[in-house]
Structures are given as structure tokens and as C-alpha cells.
């Protein structure tokens, strides 16, 4: 497949996760604004892929990013960013949503794991009852100290 190909709409993604787990695949699920890609988030990604067989990415859409992060975010479009990690080898499948968190998408997809970064407790990540409530689980993958796309931000802004 090609990589551009793992970019899906929500209607197609649906479609392909029933194919997935009616093959006896575990879905996995992690979303993110996913701007300036950086190590934290291949970390997490390709810890996320081991928890399963299918690695399901959401990206916040740009109306979405603005709403969480403010004016000036995103600073790439969410074509790019669904592309980019289209291209990682961890990810299998992308899709782009609108809302501020990933609930709906959750509810409809039903992923066996739900996998977020350290910078999240549990009782914080939106959609770990449905997952739970399946008989799915949480995970939480630490964080890699030193990196976050706003702190990558503000140092380019320093130095731009």
C-alpha cells in the first residue's frame, strides 16, 4: 500500500477497522495535533504499533488545533501532518477529525487499545471508558523528557 493510501476519511476508516478485527486484528488508536513531528512522537507511535496489529492515527483537523492551541497553530496544515505520519512505518492507518477531542471517534471505532503519551493520567484521556467498558485497556507510553512541539516552537520563533 502505498503510503498516501493510509490516509483515510472517517467512513473509510470505519470500513477498514471491521475488515481488520474480523481478521483477528487488534486495533489500536492514538490521536494527537501531531505538529512539528518530533522524537516523542515516533516514540510513542512505534511503542503504540507493538501494543497491536493495526496503529490507527488521528489528526486534529486545523480548526480543531487552533481551538486547543490558539492562533498560530497549526504550523503545518493537517493535509501534511496525516501525510507525514502516513509515511511512518509504525502507522498503518490516518484519519483527520474536527472535533476538540476524539470521543465520537472512539465510540464508532472501538479500538482493543488506546494508547496516549506520559503527559496524560488516566483518569484525563477521553474515550478510556469505551475502551474499557469493550474490555480494552489504556496505555500510557512515557514521555521523552526534553521534547514537545511547543517548546520546539517557541525555541524557532527564538531563533528565527
Request: with cysteine; charged share 30%; glycine share 8%.
Amino acid at each position: 500500500m502505498r503510503y498516501r493510501d493510509k490516509v483515510l476519511t472517517i467512513d473509510l476508516l470505519r470500513a477498514a477497522v471491521r475488515e481488520a478485527r474480523a481478521a483477528g486484528k487488534r486495533i489500536v488508536f492514538t490521536n494527537g495535533c501531531f505538529d512539528l513531528l518530533h522524537v516523542g512522537h515516533v516514540r510513542l507511535l512505534a511503542a503504540a504499533r507493538e501494543a497491536g496489529d493495526v496503529l490507527v492515527a488521528a489528526v486534529n483537523s486545523d480548526a480543531s488545533v487552533r481551538r486547543l492551541k490558539g492562533e498560530g497553530r497549526p504550523l503545518v496544515s493537517q493535509a501534511d501532518r496525516a501525510e507525514v505520519l502516513a509515511a511512518l512505518e509504525a502507522v498503518d492507518l490516518v484519519t483527520i477529525f474536527d472535533q476538540d477531542t476524539p470521543a465520537e471517534l472512539i465510540a464508532v471505532l472501538e479500538p482493543d487499545v488506546l494508547v496516549k503519551g506520559g503527559d496524560w493520567t488516566p483518569e484525563q484521556v477521553v474515550g478510556r471508558e469505551i475502551v474499557e467498558a469493550r474490555g480494552g485497556r489504556l496505555l500510557i507510553i512515557p514521555t521523552v523528557e526534553g521534547f514537545s512541539t511547543t517548546a520546539l516552537a517557541e525555541r524557532i520563533r527564538h531563533h528565527a
